[in-house]
């Protein structure tokens, strides 16, 4: 993926975005739950004495997860402290077991964790913002036990096509974040991780407004996040160009379509 995505810029994104996430995080939601029901089918509880939530942002599903395995020690591992300080703040603070998670900030590329160390890794709508993914799969393996697994979810480079196609009638720079395709993400994994189960899918969303869309993605903090983005502000003579292009996607309903191209992986360490 080369330098594709600014790292910091995503920290620093995610972090102003912690306070206002969850209440606009309604398709982020569902992708972690859905990756939770494919996961249960693939998993023995009883061997699931420790689970690290990659990414774990907010810490929504790092609380849903102590709701499925209650016994197991659980780490929230996010490159945003803003969002990890909302997580300590806002989460499992009703629960008797608060002893049992552990918030890190750290980077998914060169965890600050023993290796070895953990049953499951869960990961929903994060690793999309990983320069390179092979230190990341090799990372993921790393802290992986033996018979380990590790469930994810992630963002394929369709996501956004019409919002990308829109600007392209503006002007070339990058005003989408690219991510990278199955085939990609695939050829990356290491000799260690086991390919389980894989899964794609075209996830549509719409909107009455284009106005709508953007708050959305501020509210989660989804700016763009290349590095080949365009210098200083967007004049209104581009953004005028832009939402006239946006509006010939516009369906028979009246509404502006939004897509998202979600990949499942389920992998397992030899």
Known sequence: MGELINKQRVAESFSKAAATYDSVAGLQRDIGHQLLEKLTPHLQEAELGSIL?????TGYFTTALNTH????????????????AYARSHRLLDRPLDRQV???CGDAENLPLKS?????????????WCEN????????????HAGGTACLATLGPQTLCELRGAWSHVDSYRHVNQFQ??????????????????????????????????HELKGIGAHNMNAGQAKGLTGPARVKAF???????????GLLPASYEVYYLILRKR
């Open 116 to 128: 070895a160390s953990y049953s499951l890794v869960f990961s929903s709508l994060a690793i999309q």
């Open 53 to 57: 939530d990659l990414g774990c942002g």
């Open 181 to 214: 395709s199955m085939r990609e993400l695939i050829s990356a994994l290491p000799d260690d991780l086991q390919i389980i189960d894989t899964e794609c899918e075209m996830q549509v969303l719409h909107y009455p407004q284009l106005k709508e869309l953007t």
């Open 102 to 104: 552990s918030w890190v």
């Open 69 to 84: 395995y209650p016994d197991a020690l659980l780490t929230g591992l996010d490159i945003a402290s803003g969002m990890l």
């Open 133 to 144: 993914s092979p230190a990341l799969f090799s990372e993921i393996s790393r802290v992986l």
């Open 243 to 253: 939402r006239k292009a946006y509006e010939s996607f516009r369906n028979t309903q």
